[in-house]
């Protein structure tokens, strides 16, 4: 078997090769040909076995590697995540283990490899076989997808806070308002002598307070519109459902539509890039409120819920017009628009938005009136990833 020759230091010979019989030579053949890295690990971390590929991938002679701890290899980032995968490999005999690590070139750069891991049984010390593939390729590909991604979902978002600029000033002109009202009564007071201290101080903490909720909303506004790459982090979906609603919120009440959230009762955890979301639900909401502008008893409801293990489903559903079954598909399409002047940009962006996270958004006519859009996310996992990474 592979391995079984080892020098006194108990590293696997890189010249000698298993025994070249039978099913082992076949066996033999197979690791030396296949496009993958094969590497056998003891215990500690030694690197006891090498497949030639690792010259290809990763431009090693196997005399450079055998003997070597594996660890040395690993990107400082993900040598804790690689030894914990190593050790969970070990404890479990039989059962593989994946990780995603960036191992060092010969030439100093970085790849990223896919290595599932595999607790070799009937041998006397415990080793783990180890077979890797470069995905750097892969990774870049994705990377530069979301790029692209965030450059569209940043033009959409300016889009979007340009459409709502009467809104946005009205929010904001509230707390300012507010502001002045506060300091103008606090110098009647002055000037007329009759000073409370009590009261003024009530006045200028209130002042203080409006200030701060001034201060949230432009906060909230450079954030949502600032540029960005992807960055997915944990979140809680019902939190940035929230926060959605209070940009649009004004606009709503503009429009004389009643708005309703119907929540999880708990917190629903997904890995996202969190503007984006924002920006996926701000442009649902958005739509309802416009199919269901002028109509008598105008509403919209956004509701989240578990549909199945795993998988969130978010549902935005108005009272307005509905779908023609003519439209169809057509309103995810790039550039088609119902709205005069519309672009035509926004759903096709928030459904890739929704892609690349994992999920798919879709469109149903509601039986009575009106039309739900329909998005799903991955549910992230204890671990730290999504069931779809």
């Given at each position: 078997?592979?391995?079984?020759?080892?020098?006194?230091?108990?590293?696997?010979?890189?010249?000698?090769?298993?025994?070249?019989?039978?099913?082992?030579?076949?066996?033999?053949?197979?690791?030396?040909?296949?496009?993958?890295?094969?590497?056998?690990?003891?215990?500690?971390?030694?690197?006891?076995?090498?497949?030639?590929?690792?010259?290809?991938?990763?431009?090693?002679?196997?005399?450079?590697?055998?003997?070597?701890?594996?660890?040395?290899?690993?990107?400082?980032?993900?040598?804790?995540?690689?030894?914990?995968?190593?050790?969970?490999?070990?404890?479990?005999?039989?059962?593989?283990?994946?990780?995603?690590?960036?191992?060092?070139?010969?030439?100093?750069?970085?790849?990223?490899?896919?290595?599932?891991?595999?607790?070799?049984?009937?041998?006397?010390?415990?080793?783990?076989?180890?077979?890797?593939?470069?995905?750097?390729?892969?990774?870049?590909?994705?990377?530069?997808?979301?790029?692209?991604?965030?450059?569209?979902?940043?033009?959409?978002?300016?889009?979007?806070?340009?459409?709502?600029?009467?809104?946005?000033?009205?929010?904001?002109?509230?707390?300012?308002?507010?502001?002045?009202?506060?300091?103008?009564?606090?110098?009647?007071?002055?000037?007329?002598?009759?000073?409370?201290?009590?009261?003024?101080?009530?006045?200028?903490?209130?002042?203080?307070?409006?200030?701060?909720?001034?201060?949230?909303?432009?906060?909230?506004?450079?954030?949502?519109?600032s540029k960005g790459d992807f960055q997915p982090e944990s979140a809680d979906l019902n939190e940035l459902i929230r926060e959605a609603d209070s940009f649009v919120e004004p606009e709503a009440h503009q429009h004389h539509v009643s708005m309703r959230l119907d929540l999880a009762a708990g917190?629903?955890?997904?890995?996202?890039?969190?503007?984006?979301?924002?920006?996926?639900?701000?442009?649902?909401?958005?739509?309802?409120?416009?199919?269901?502008?002028?109509?008598?008893?105008?509403?919209?409801?956004?509701?989240?819920?578990?549909?199945?293990?795993?998988?969130?489903?978010?549902?935005?559903?108005?009272?307005?017009?509905?779908?023609?079954?003519?439209?169809?598909?057509?309103?995810?399409?790039?550039?088609?628009?119902?709205?005069?002047?519309?672009?035509?940009?926004?759903?096709?962006?928030?459904?890739?938005?929704?892609?690349?996270?994992?999920?798919?958004?879709?469109?149903?006519?509601?039986?009575?009136?009106?039309?739900?859009?329909?998005?799903?996310?991955?549910?992230?996992?204890?671990?730290?990833?999504?069931?779809?990474?």
């Open positions: 078997m592979i391995g079984e020759t080892d020098n006194q230091d108990g590293s696997l010979a890189p010249c000698e090769q298993p025994p070249s019989h039978g099913a082992e030579d076949y066996f033999r053949r197979l690791v030396e040909n296949t496009l993958d890295v094969v590497t056998i690990i003891s215990g500690n971390g030694t690197i006891r076995y090498e497949s030639p590929a690792i010259e290809r991938v990763l431009g090693y002679r196997l005399d450079e590697l055998i003997g070597r701890n594996v660890l040395d290899l690993v990107h400082p980032e993900d040598r804790d995540g690689a030894a914990k995968a190593l050790h969970r490999a070990l404890e479990e005999p039989g059962v593989p283990h994946t990780a995603e690590v960036r191992i060092r070139h010969r030439n100093g750069s970085w790849r990223i490899l896919e290595a599932v891991g595999k607790r070799l049984t009937g041998r006397g010390a415990p080793e783990v076989v180890m077979s890797s593939r470069d995905i750097t390729q892969r990774r870049q590909g994705e990377k530069e997808t979301w790029q692209r991604q965030a450059e569209l979902a940043h033009l959409l978002r300016l889009s979007t806070m340009g459409e709502m600029a009467s809104e946005v000033a009205h929010e904001l002109n509230q707390p300012l308002a507010a502001i002045a009202n506060y300091a103008r009564g606090c110098m009647r007071r002055i000037s007329s002598g009759a000073v409370d201290n009590d009261q003024l101080l009530s006045a200028l903490d209130r002042i203080a307070g409006q200030a701060m909720r001034a201060g949230a909303i432009i906060r909230g506004l450079r954030s949502f519109v917190p629903l955890t997904v890995r996202v890039d969190t503007v984006q979301i924002e920006q996926v639900v701000l442009n649902l909401v958005r739509n309802g409120i416009e199919a269901v502008n002028g109509a008598a008893e105008g509403e919209l409801v956004v509701s989240s819920g578990v549909v199945r293990e795993g998988v969130v489903e978010v549902s935005v559903s108005d009272t307005g017009g509905g779908i023609s079954s003519a439209l169809g598909d057509r309103m995810f399409e790039p550039f088609f628009s119902t709205k005069a002047g519309g672009l035509g940009m926004g759903l096709p962006i928030s459904r890739s938005i929704i892609e690349v996270h994992g999920g798919r958004l879709w469109a149903t006519a509601n039986p009575d009136r009106g039309a739900t859009f329909h998005f799903t996310l991955p549910l992230e996992m204890q671990s730290g990833k999504t069931p779809a990474a």
